[in-house]
């Protein structure tokens, strides 16, 4: 997505959630300035992956696995948003491409990237010590800002893990976009939870 039609859309969201854009950008330089050398995948190697595919994108919400059971995922190119990445695993379902935030389990991340996922690791101000932690751990990362992007790294649009991947699939030339464990109305989150994914099915639903 263009910056400029990304942006309004970024500005209400910070003031909705009073995040710092300054923490964001923050946050981009740092990923940046990390991804430098062999651990870092070209954006060739993202796009080959999804252009001209079906897509499985997968949410974490608990109705995950039970979604699994009506598709058949070998038919599709597999992204996971996230935590959706344990219960892929736990099929015995490799992801080949996860969009992470780092605060699943990054654990599940790791072995994931290492048998061949491809990671799309997500800069934001509230994330900069998993981002630390992590990305020396990881290996074929293109890293994305919410912010404008600095070197090296991608904004596709997107909020959440979940409804990032669908602006990124779309952008990279998918031809089709299968959401699973996407539940907007689970009352089982919190309050913070429940507003992002407020947002993040606002945003999917631009798609529509
Ligand atoms: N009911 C749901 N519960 C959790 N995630 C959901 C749900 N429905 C859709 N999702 C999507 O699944 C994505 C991955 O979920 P996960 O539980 O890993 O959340 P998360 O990593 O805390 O998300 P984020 O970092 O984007 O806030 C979310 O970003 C969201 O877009
Ligand atoms: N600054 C900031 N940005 C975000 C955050 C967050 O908690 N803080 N969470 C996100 C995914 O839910 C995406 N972007
Ligand atoms: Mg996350």
Sequence with gaps: MEYDKWEPIYKKIVEDFGFSEDADADAAQLLSNLLIGPVKADLNDLTDVIKGK?????GNAPTLKKDLEQV?????????ADGATSVLLEQ????????????????KEI????????????AHGDNTGKILSFVPLLTNIIGTSQTKPPHGLY????????????????Q???????????DFDD????????????WARRLIEGFA
Excluded: Q, Y
Aim: aromatic share 4%.
């Design 54 to 58: 079906d897509t499985l994108i997968c």
């Design 72 to 80: 058949n995922p070998s038919d599709h190119v597999i992204i996971a």
């Design 92 to 107: 015995g379902l490799i992801p080949d491409v996860i969009v992470t935030d780092l605060d699943g389990d990054v654990e």
């Design 111 to 122: 072995e994931a990237n290492k048998k061949g996922a491809l990671m799309v690791v997500h």
């Design 155 to 170: 904004n596709f649009g997107g909020f959440t893990d979940g409804d990032r991947c669908v602006f990124m699939a779309h």
């Design 172 to 182: 990279l030339g998918a031809t089709s976009m299968t959401l699973v464990g996407f």
């Design 187 to 198: 009352d089982n989150v919190d309050e913070i939870k429940k507003k992002k994914l407020n």
